[in-house]
C-alpha cells in the first residue's frame, strides 16, 4: 500500500506538528507502521514504529517528544504528534508499512528560526 503523509509545514523550534499517514480501505490497526526522516544527501532514518497492540517504539533522538497513535475511532490513519521540535528534527518525513518497498512523497518538515 502506498500510503498519504501529510500535515507537515515550518515551524520554529519549541512549537509543535501533527503528520498524518493515510490510506483509504488499510486497516491501520492491523499493521505494523513506521515513520522516517530523510535529509538531503542522507539515508531514510528510521523515527518511531506502532504495532498492532498499539506498543510504540522511538528512535533516542525524538523520545519524550514525538508520540505515535493510530486514529482508533476510524481506523483510518496513524499520526506523529511531534512536540518541542527541534532544527535536527527538519527533513522529509515518510510513512511505511513493515516490510513494505512501496514509499509515499513525504511530507515536509522544517524547524527554523
Known amino acids: 500500500v502506498k500510503f498519504v503523509e501529510s500535515g507537515g509545514g515550518l515551524v520554529r523550534p519549541g512549537e509543535s506538528l501533527r503528520l498524518s499517514c493515510a490510506a483509504p480501505g488499510f486497516a491501520f490497526s492491523e499493521a505494523i507502521i513506521s515513520w522516517y526522516r530523510q535529509v538531503p544527501g542522507q539515508a531514510r532514518q528510521w523515527v518511531a514504529t506502532?504495532?498492532?497492540?498499539?506498543?510504540?517504539?522511538y528512535t533516542d533522538s525524538v523520545k519524550g517528544r514525538f508520540t505515535l497513535y493510530r486514529d482508533v475511532a476510524s481506523n483510518a490513519a496513524v499520526y506523529l504528534q511531534m512536540d518541542n521540535l527541534k532544527p535536527e528534527d527538519t527533513g522529509v518525513y515518510y510513512c511505511q508499512e513493515y516490510d513494505s518497498t512501496k514509499w509515499g512523497e513525504g511530507t515536509q518538515v522544517t524547524v527554523s528560526l
Open positions: 506502532i504495532v498492532p497492540g498499539g506498543d510504540t517504539r
